[in-house]
């Protein structure tokens, strides 16, 4: 009977109606009966009905969050690290160099090493200046590759440095630059001594031969020449080639004193430069074509050629020859590399029939040998249409046949 009572009062308890809720957790749409707790609904249910503001408060704060992270880094300052480091090169310019110095820049290690110059515009009021307050030292330098005078200040073996240092220059003096690194031996010499042995030369002098060695075959030489006079001549020949010669450079009508030549034009600078500043003078002459003779290395011997035709008067009677139509005789003035270079004598024919005039300007030696010769012609063809072309390869390479004692076109550049 006990368990009867009980059971009817749970049924009457499960038939009790539930308070109705709205799907809009709302306050003004809540129900106004009394809330009463809902046992045949699952948890996850009333926890979702039950707390919406809570949830909608956490969205928002979700919301917000992003937003605010954005206004901060919008509104933050540059950062200082920037500033630090503009600081940095100031801070450790003034700090590092204890002005004035009676030397400015790095000391020499010994042997050769790569160096950074700092150079300031060249003024009297800037000599003074620096002199007075920071680089006791600091001494006017011809700048080659920018044909200027500038002051140097100092040389550093790190261009990192040297940019530091020039920058410095700047913010003090109102210029400041690194010029075109170099590698010099000092030889325990200081900064205001003239450099003395570049890259390729130095620790080397004196040598028996200056210059590229042959490498066979026919090759455009650079030669390197220095001003004649016996100090020259004797002063050369002891301290650095020992095979320096006199040559005449008939192309300027003097004699000079040819000390090397080289099979790059760059390296013959250079070493023009070397003897400038050992010598007092240096020149890269006109370039020329050899490929039989050579004296330890280079091709440096001025050989007599007064049994053979001048070169000059061999090109100019050739394009006289064009004018007249003479051409057969013109095609076997042609190596036979150069007759193949024409395409044949009937296209070499073809191309000169269409030249109506052939203008000579100036022709002159540029260096010869006893076979070979190099010759700059100025010319220029107008074609029967009457458009003006002008021969833009200039130098001609004429080799002599002993054969037909005569000279014949090689190649043109």
Request: hydrophobic share 30%.
């Amino acid at each position: 009977m006990l368990l009867l009572f009980i059971w009817g009062i749970f049924k009457n308890f499960q038939n009790t109606p539930s308070p109705q809720v709205i799907s809009t957790p709302t306050k003004t749409q809540v129900s106004s009966q009394p809330k009463q707790p809902n046992l045949s609904l699952p948890k996850n249910t009333v926890s979702q009905t039950s707390k919406p503001s809570r949830d909608r408060r956490n969205t928002q704060k979700q919301n917000i969050k992003p937003e605010i992270t954005t206004t901060r880094s919008q509104s933050l300052p540059v950062p200082k690290k920037t500033n630090s480091t503009k600081n940095y090169s100031q801070n450790r310019s003034q700090n590092y160099y204890n002005f004035p110095l009676n030397s400015c820049g790095d000391k020499d290690p010994g042997g050769a090493n790569i160096w950074y110059p700092v150079y300031i515009r060249n003024s009297a009021e800037n000599l003074n200046k620096v002199r007075a307050n920071y680089c006791r030292d600091a001494i006017l330098k011809y700048r080659e590759e920018k044909g200027i005078q500038s002051i140097q200040v100092a040389s550093f073996l790190n261009q990192t440095k040297a940019q530091e240092f020039a920058d410095l220059m700047v913010r003090a003096m109102g210029s400041g630059e690194v010029g075109e690194p170099s590698v010099y031996n000092f030889a325990n010499k200081s900064i205001t001594s003239y450099y003395e042995k570049p890259r390729t030369f130095a620790d080397n002098f004196p040598l028996n031969s200056c210059g590229d060695k042959d490498p066979g075959g026919t090759n455009l030489w650079y030669p390197v020449y220095v001003r004649n006079t016996a100090k020259n001549l004797n002063k050369v020949k002891a301290n650095y080639c020992g095979d320096a010669i006199l040559k005449y450079r008939e192309a300027r009508g003097i004699t000079s004193i040819q000390v090397a030549s080289f099979l790059n034009q760059a390296k013959a600078q250079e070493f023009a430069n070397l003897m400038r500043n050992a010598i007092g003078s240096g020149e890269v002459g006109y370039p020329y074509y050899f490929g039989k003779k050579s004296i330890t290395g280079s091709y440096k011997k001025h050989y007599s050629a007064y049994q053979i035709p001048s070169p000059t008067q061999f090109v100019e009677n050739y394009y006289k020859n064009l004018r007249y139509g003479n051409y057969k005789t013109t095609w076997n003035q042609l190596s036979s590399s150069f007759q193949h270079q024409s395409g044949g004598y009937s296209e070499y024919v073809k191309w000169w029939n269409s030249v109506r005039e052939i203008r000579i300007g100036q022709i002159r030696l540029i260096d010869q040998d006893s076979d070979e010769a190099l010759v700059y012609a100025d010319l220029t063809y107008i074609t029967s249409t009457g458009t003006y072309y002008n021969d833009t390869k200039n130098c001609i390479y004429l080799t002599w046949n002993s054969q037909s004692n005569t000279w014949l076109f090689e190649k043109k550049f």
